[in-house]
C-alpha cells in the first residue's frame, strides 16, 4: 500500500482522470448489478426486489487535494431518510426541473447536504450513467473541492461526513464483490471497505469506475 501511496502522490491524478474520462469505459453505461449478476438477468422473483426506474439523479464525486494526500468525501445518510437510510453514499440526488443538467444537480444537492458551494468545485467531467439497485439511474459527477471549503453535514439528510485516501480508492484491489442472499437466492454486490465503514453497492461501483479511471491503462481490457 505505502509504494501505492507514493505513485499516486507523484502523478498528476487530475490530468489523469481528465485524460481517462474519454475512455469508452469510463462513459458506459453500467447496470451494475447486472454486470457481476450475468446469471440472474431476467429472473422474474429475484428481480421483484428493484422498482421501475426513478427518475435521473447525479451525485458530484468531491476530491479534496489535502495536504498529507488527496481524499474522497463520502456520507452517511440519516437513518430518517426514506430511501438508502444509514447507508453510505456521495453528495446527491434526484434531478429538479429548473436543474441544467446533472452538473447543476450534483453541485446543488453538494451544498445542501455538506455546505459544499459551488464556486467551491472545479468539475473535472462525468462518468458514464450508473444505474444501482431499486431503480436509481445516478451521472456522477467528479468536482475537485477546494479544501478551505466548511464541510457541514445537514442535519436532516447526513449523520456522518468522512474521507477515504484517494490512494486506497485508486488502489484495485481494495475493491471486491461480496455475496448476500435475497428470498434464498444469493446474488453479488460491488465493496469497498474502508476502517469502520462498509462501503457497497452503487456507491461502491461509482468508485470502482473512478479507481479503473485513475490506471495508466485500462485495466477493463
Not at 49 to 61: F, I, N, P, Q
Not at 67 to 94: C, E, N, Y
Request: charged share 25%.
Amino acid at each position: 500500500m505505502a509504494a501505492f501511496e507514493n505513485e499516486i502522490a507523484e502523478i498528476d491524478w487530475r490530468g489523469r482522470i481528465q485524460r481517462n474520462l474519454s475512455r469508452a469505459t469510463a462513459q458506459r453505461v453500467r447496470a451494475l448489478f447486472s454486470e457481476i449478476n450475468p446469471h440472474l438477468v431476467g429472473d422474474k422473483l429475484f428481480e421483484s426486489r428493484w422498482s421501475e426506474l426513478r427518475k435521473d439523479a447525479a451525485v458530484l464525486v468531491p476530491i479534496i487535494p489535502r495536504a498529507g494526500g488527496s481524499t474522497v468525501l463520502l456520507t452517511v445518510r440519516s437513518s430518517d431518510m426514506p430511501s438508502h437510510a444509514g447507508q453510505i453514499s456521495f453528495p446527491g440526488g434526484k434531478t429538479h426541473p429548473d436543474d441544467d443538467g446533472p452538473m447543476a444537480t450534483a453541485l446543488r444537492e453538494a451544498h445542501e447536504e455538506v455546505n459544499i458551494a459551488p464556486g467551491e468545485v472545479d468539475v473535472v467531467g462525468a462518468f458514464g450513467v450508473h444505474k444501482g439497485g431499486l431503480g436509481f439511474s445516478v451521472t456522477p459527477v467528479v468536482g475537485v473541492v477546494d479544501p478551505r471549503a466548511d464541510l457541514k453535514p445537514c442535519p436532516r439528510e447526513v449523520d456522518e461526513i468522512f474521507e477515504v485516501p484517494l490512494a486506497f480508492v485508486a488502489d484495485l484491489g481494495n475493491h471486491i464483490t461480496e455475496q448476500r442472499e435475497h428470498k434464498g437466492v444469493k446474488y453479488n454486490m460491488f465493496a469497498a471497505p474502508y476502517d469502520r465503514f462498509h462501503i457497497w453497492g452503487l456507491t461502491a461501483g461509482i468508485l470502482r469506475t473512478l479507481a479503473e479511471t485513475l490506471q495508466d491503462g485500462d485495466p477493463t481490457r
